[in-house]
């Protein structure tokens, strides 16, 4: 079988779980020094071993080289580029996976009502540890998760002083609307959404196919998200708010340091395989190389199957016009 575009296995790569989650970089060149990525502007120069990093957020004002590109390709780096408060995504690069097989389960999941509401389950269920869920529709269960998040935003406010109404938040530009908290809760959010797209990514499913959100490029990203929003990005940013730290920096560095202490990447590993795969099976993360054949049959690419089916000589064909008779 020929060589993949790529040149790593994934043996040859750090774990996903193992890697520092995300660095986003903004105004500078982004270059390649040996295995390192090189951030340079007028201030400093930062070298970054690339293999060590899951998800490099290229903010605006900024250019990076062909060579980096090549590194954290090869590296399993996923590389995504986003707006200047992490909002949208515009676009992202190759991960650590290698295999469709992840994907595949889970659009088998999505389509089949049964298992997806099952995943939609297992989902709330991670939310409320301590509770029997039993028995719940999904429509008492997103009404209990409201009700969940509510009390919590009056809890924290309380705990901190810091004024709370409501969430304000306008679709499409995150910080024009509301008060300080809000602001800091879009910012902390934005930045978890790439940490949790990066895992998605690396682990080879697909952003787009969630079972609770629907109809985004990055459904499935939301549905991460959502599982770790009331330990991490909710009480974040009501600590800033009370520090008077109310930049959407502060709120991106804030949470990257929480997600280091509370080993946050790790954990999105494992649940996603947990939703996806709970009976603890492993599904092979490498190139198969496979072509799909008849049913569920499945066989080996980079061959010629010609000979197997005896295709080697293809017969002229006939011609149907009856001799003697006009085209």
């Known amino acids: 079988m020929a060589e993949?575009?790529?040149?790593?296995g994934p043996q040859d790569v750090h774990r996903l779980e193992d890697r520092?989650?995300?660095?986003?970089?903004?105004?500078?060149?982004?270059?390649?020094?040996?295995?390192?990525?090189?951030?340079?502007n007028k201030a400093r120069t930062v070298h970054v071993p690339a293999a060590w990093l899951a998800v490099l957020l290229i903010g605006p004002g900024s250019r990076i080289t062909h060579p980096a590109?090549?590194?954290?390709?090869?590296?399993?780096?996923?590389?995504c580029w986003v707006g200047?408060?992490?909002?949208?995504?515009?676009?992202?690069?190759?991960?650590?996976a290698r295999s469709s097989q992840l994907q595949l389960r889970q659009a088998w999941l999505v389509t089949r009502p049964k298992e997806r509401v099952a995943v939609a389950r297992r989902m709330y269920d991670m939310r409320f540890p301590d509770e029997d869920t039993t028995g719940l529709t999904?429509?008492?269960l997103r009404g209990r998760e409201g009700t969940r998040?509510?009390?919590?935003?009056?809890?924290?406010?309380?705990?901190t002083g810091v004024p709370w109404t409501k969430r304000d938040y306008k679709p499409g530009d995150a910080f024009a609307a509301g008060d300080d908290v809000n602001r800091l809760l879009s910012a902390?959010?934005?930045?978890?959404?790439?940490i949790c797209h990066a895992a998605i990514t690396g682990l080879g499913a697909s952003p787009a196919l969630g079972f609770v959100h629907t109809g985004n490029a990055l459904s499935f990203v939301l549905d991460i998200a959502d599982l770790y929003k009331a330990e991490f990005t909710i009480p974040l940013a009501f600590d800033l708010a009370a520090q008077g730290l109310t930049s959407e920096r502060d709120a991106r560095t804030a949470l990257r340091d929480a997600a280091v202490r509370g080993k946050l990447l790790p954990r999105i590993v494992t649940d996603i395989k947990q939703l996806l795969v709970p009976d603890g099976g492993d599904l092979p993360d490498e190139d198969l190389g496979a072509l799909w054949?008849?049913?569920?049959?499945?066989?080996?690419?980079?061959?010629?199957?010609?000979a197997t089916h005896h295709l080697d000589v293809i017969p002229e064909p006939t011609d149907p016009t009856p001799a003697g008779t006009a085209p």
């Open 4 to 8: 993949p575009w790529w040149r790593t």
């Open 20 to 40: 520092i989650s995300s660095l986003y970089a903004e105004r500078c060149h982004i270059d390649r020094d040996d295995n390192a990525i090189v951030l340079i």
């Open 69 to 79: 590109v090549t590194l954290l390709a090869d590296s399993g780096t996923a590389v």
């Open 84 to 96: 200047e408060h992490g909002v949208r995504l515009y676009a992202t690069g190759t991960s650590t």
């Open 138 to 140: 999904l429509q008492q």
């Open 149 to 159: 998040i509510r009390r919590l935003y009056a809890q924290h406010a309380e705990r």
């Open 188 to 194: 902390a959010n934005s930045a978890l959404y790439g």
């Open 293 to 306: 054949d008849d049913g569920d049959t499945i066989v080996s690419g980079g061959r010629n199957w010609s």
